[in-house]
């Protein structure tokens, strides 16, 4: 079955660095997504990307964040200077459409620890 | 701001007990999905229900939404030590449907 691919499954990081989350979304999908899961608490939604552009942002992606879809295949999330509270569980999402009907496909999530 | 409360946050049985998960909100939504989540990996898709007062069954599993569409509860019957993990109810607004909303996960422990 397709799958969602994510990498790196770790990223540890010293707080001001850049990261760069990667993801691979299943081929067909056309809607993806990127949310967080800090340590012991819920799942949030940070974004959601269709045709090149982000369709709705929640407020926690700020300007550090950015999405991009550089090539085909990936979709990138990008952090520009990050703080110790952005340690968490990141998980990429797509689904086929974005009607309720159209389930989530999550990748397995990259860890990433601000130090 | 709308919010997915969960119940009960931790759960251990024996095997072979059964046992009910619920979500409840004063949100009423367009959709509500379960999920499960093994540690480190993300959240896997048991079912997603729609209408009001839908109810589905997945092996032992029973997924029902509230009439008012607002809360939505999971029964499992005679558990197993295989159903241990963590059990997330999240929930789509109407024309969001990409955007979920997630409860805080109920922590089930089946003992053999």
């Known amino acids: 079955e397709p799958e969602v691919t994510q990498t790196p499954s770790h990223q540890v990081t010293q707080m001001g660095q850049e990261v760069i989350l990667r993801c691979v979304p299943i081929?067909?999908?056309?809607?993806f997504y990127w949310y967080r899961q800090i340590l012991g608490q819920k799942v949030e939604f940070l974004v959601s990307?269709?045709?090149?552009?982000?369709?709705?942002k929640s407020e926690i992606f700020d300007d550090q964040f950015s999405v991009e879809r550089p090539d085909g295949s990936n979709f990138t999330l990008k952090i520009r200077s990050t703080k110790l509270e952005d340690s968490a569980m990141y998980f990429c999402?797509?689904?086929?459409?974005?009607?309720?009907?159209?389930?989530?496909?999550f990748g397995n999530g990259t860890r990433l620890t601000v130090t | 701001t709308q919010l997915l409360e969960q119940s009960p946050q931790f759960l251990s049985i024996q095997e072979g007990e059964n046992l009910t998960v619920y979500c409840n909100s004063s949100?009423?939504?367009?959709?509500l999905q379960w999920y499960r989540q093994e540690p480190g990996e993300g959240p896997v898709l048991l079912v997603t229900?729609?209408?009001?007062?839908e109810v589905k069954k997945l092996k032992r599993l029973t997924f029902q939404f509230g009439d008012a569409r607002k809360d939505s509860s999971l029964h499992i019957t005679a558990a197993q030590p295989g159903d241990t993990g963590l059990y997330l109810c999240?929930?789509?607004?109407?024309?969001?449907?990409?955007?979920?909303?997630f409860g805080q996960g109920t922590e089930l422990s089946v003992k053999p």
């Open positions: 990307f269709y045709n090149n552009e982000i369709s709705e």
């Open positions: 999402a797509s689904s086929e459409t974005s009607g309720q009907y159209s389930p989530l496909h």
């Open positions: 949100s009423v939504f367009s959709s």
């Open positions: 229900v729609v209408t009001g007062g």
């Open positions: 999240a929930a789509t607004s109407y024309n969001q449907g990409g955007k979920l909303i």
């Open positions: 081929s067909n999908h056309l809607y």
